[in-house]
């Protein structure tokens, strides 16, 4: 089968889930903002600062990666630029085909100016209402809830996980741990985990990125995720392939497809951080074809200088996908969402179906 254009697919309704607000910023936005703060670039033209992000993201490293993330929250400090940011975040999403999406930031980053938890809280979820609004008037329509991030190094998680929930009916549908995982167990969070399951609320865990099964078991069976932030490393427990019939998974993959936990995988940025050789190589296309509940998203789509169409332009290609496969992902995603159950059966009825029907013709 051919693959589907990028133009055509930008049209087609989508659904994301693993999208970080401090890496999906414009690079015209930090020029400004950074000259408004008074903060340092490594470029100050847009276009090459947009290269610049790119290539330095591009080392096959998820701690080098991780560094570019200075220069973003640096000009997410302020009430304007958290405001501003949510608001294009929103815009450039819809714009893209996106009709929900869940956009996560770590609100202990955006503290270095004075501002409190909940002052950040409030301009990003101020600046996602405006940009939705916005959206909606210009015929593209999204609906954005926020995921709330600890930070896995750091000692707030509890206090964010109480943020979290303080601001559960005001926009905010999650919390997440993120950062680097070698040598910071989710374990280290087990309070806030099991302080959230106590009051009802979702969370995922970033877990198997750059680190192995370990990370993934432990997410699961000892913190209790809902769903994995990104899990390709899911694979080492799987031997075999489908097309020789011999595939045999591992207890923990087993457990993984059985209990439909969704995967959050991030195919462009998990060939940068290493997690995965190649977009034609990366798991995706194994575990699609074992039929575990695989979702695509961005990640960082400015690291990564890409979208979601972009995204699935490259599986469309590398593995001859089709628009069936497309609205797959896509329904996968919205059943995986963090919100009501009739609230995500509506979207996939009203908005995502009509959609690839019309696609598929």
Not at 122 to 133: K, M, Q, R, T
Not at 203 to 216: D, N, R, V
Not at 271 to 284: C, D, L, R
Request: proline share 5%.
């Amino acid at each position: 089968m051919a693959a589907i254009a990028f133009s055509d697919i930008v049209p087609a309704p989508k659904v994301l889930l693993h999208d970080h607000l401090d890496g999906g910023l414009r690079p015209a936005t930090i020029v400004e903002l950074a000259e408004r703060v008074g903060h340092e670039l490594p470029a100050t033209d847009p276009a090459a600062l947009g290269e610049w992000f790119v290539a330095a993201a591009d080392s096959g490293s998820l701690e080098r990666y991780l560094e570019t993330f200075a220069h973003t929250v640096a000009v997410m400090q302020t009430v304007e630029g958290l405001h501003r940011v949510a608001k294009e975040c929103a815009l450039d999403l819809a714009a893209d085909g996106v009709v929900y999406a869940e956009v996560r930031y770590a609100p202990e980053q955006h503290l270095e100016r004075g501002l409190s938890l909940d002052e950040v809280v409030d301009a990003v979820n101020a600046g996602f209402a405006e940009g939705a609004a916005e959206a909606a008037a210009q015929g593209t329509p999204i609906r954005v809830g926020v995921l709330l991030t600890a930070m896995r190094h750091a000692a707030r998680s509890q206090e964010i996980a109480e943020l979290s929930v303080r601001y559960r009916d005001a926009g905010v549908v999650g919390f997440d741990i993120a950062g680097a995982e070698a040598g910071f167990p989710p374990t280290r969070h087990l309070d806030a985990f099991e302080y959230l399951q106590r009051e009802n609320f979702h969370f995922t865990i970033h877990a198997g990125e750059a680190f192995g099964l370990p990370s993934i078991w432990q997410a699961i069976q000892w913190c209790g995720a809902d769903r994995l932030g990104h899990g390709v490393r899911l694979v080492d427990d799987i031997t075999g392939s489908p097309a020789a019939g011999d595939v045999v998974l591992g207890r923990l993959s087993a457990y993984v497809r059985d209990k439909r936990i969704p995967l959050e995988l991030c195919p462009s940025s998990n060939v940068q951080t290493g997690a995965a050789p190649s977009i034609a190589e990366h798991p995706i296309g194994l575990l699609h074809d074992l039929r575990f509940r695989v979702t695509v998203n961005t990640d960082n789509r400015l690291m990564s200088g890409t979208s979601m169409s972009r995204e699935m332009a490259l599986l469309s290609e590398a593995f001859g996908w089709g628009w069936s496969e497309l609205q797959w992902l896509t329904i996968n995603a919205m059943k995986s969402a963090f919100i009501p159950y009739d609230e995500r059966l509506a979207i996939i009825n009203d908005l995502i179906k009509p959609g690839y029907a019309k696609l598929i013709g």
